[in-house]
């Protein structure tokens, strides 16, 4: 059974610091990565994708995929209190019909 | 900026009873999704529907559930007999090919 992990948190940062969220997935055939932010009650909000090994950035935003160890990153630089959500990673294997695997999502807060 | 929007937003139903949740994917979008979140659970996919036809679906997704394009621009899940479980959140999304997703506002199913 496909599998992608996440540490609950809440993870507490300071306003200005950076948030580093991680994610593991266990289908070593998974193609491409996403983040998505889900505020409470509402519906998941594309952040980021990566495909490649490797690094990259958008903005405030870096994400971070190494295949080889079956993880992925994601790094808020300069946090904001707008910021404090959860974070969900997202794998896709693309020969299973496109469908999204999500991880349980990372709670973020960030304190003024 | 396009977007995937949902109807309604809140549906009440009773056990049993039949419920048509709708979704307007994003215009040129060509693949569309259901997915549901149970209260403070993981975002689970249900279905994934391509060129007319159901290209995935997973275990959740039994009988009881049906997709359906009827036209040009809507596409709609029917759960045939609602049982308590079903309450859920909703939520559809649509690509343009097998890349990243984008997720309409999401409608709160209540099943009483």
């Known amino acids: 059974q496909k599998e992608v992990e996440q540490n609950s948190g809440p993870l507490s940062v300071p306003e200005g610091a950076i948030a580093s969220l991680n994610c593991t997935y266990s289908d070593r055939v998974s193609q491409s990565f996403f983040w998505y932010r889900q505020y409470s009650g509402k519906s998941p909000e594309l952040i980021m994708s990566?495909?490649?090994?490797g690094d990259k950035e958008d903005g405030r935003f870096t994400a971070q995929l190494n295949k080889a160890s079956q993880y992925v990153s994601l790094l808020i630089r300069d946090s904001q209190p707008s910021d404090s959500a959860t974070y969900l990673c997202a794998v896709n294997t693309r020969n299973a019909g496109n469908m999204l695997t999500f991880g349980g999502g990372t709670r973020l807060m960030v304190k003024p | 900026e396009p977007e995937v929007t949902q109807t309604p937003s809140h549906q009440v139903t009773q056990m049993g009873q039949e419920v048509i949740l709708r979704c307007v994917p994003i215009s040129n979008h060509l693949y569309f999704y259901w997915y549901r979140q149970i209260l403070g659970q993981k975002v689970e996919f249900l279905v994934s529907f391509y060129n007319n036809e159901i290209s995935e679906k997973s275990e959740i997704f039994d009988d009881q559930f049906s997709v359906e394009r009827p036209d040009g621009s809507n596409f709609t899940l029917k759960i045939r007999s609602t049982k308590l479980e079903d309450s859920a959140m909703y939520f559809c999304?649509?690509?343009?090919?097998?890349?990243?997703?984008?997720f309409g506002p999401g409608t709160r199913l209540t099943v009483l």
């Open positions: 999304a649509s690509s343009y090919l097998t890349d990243t997703q984008y």
């Open positions: 990566i495909y490649s090994n």
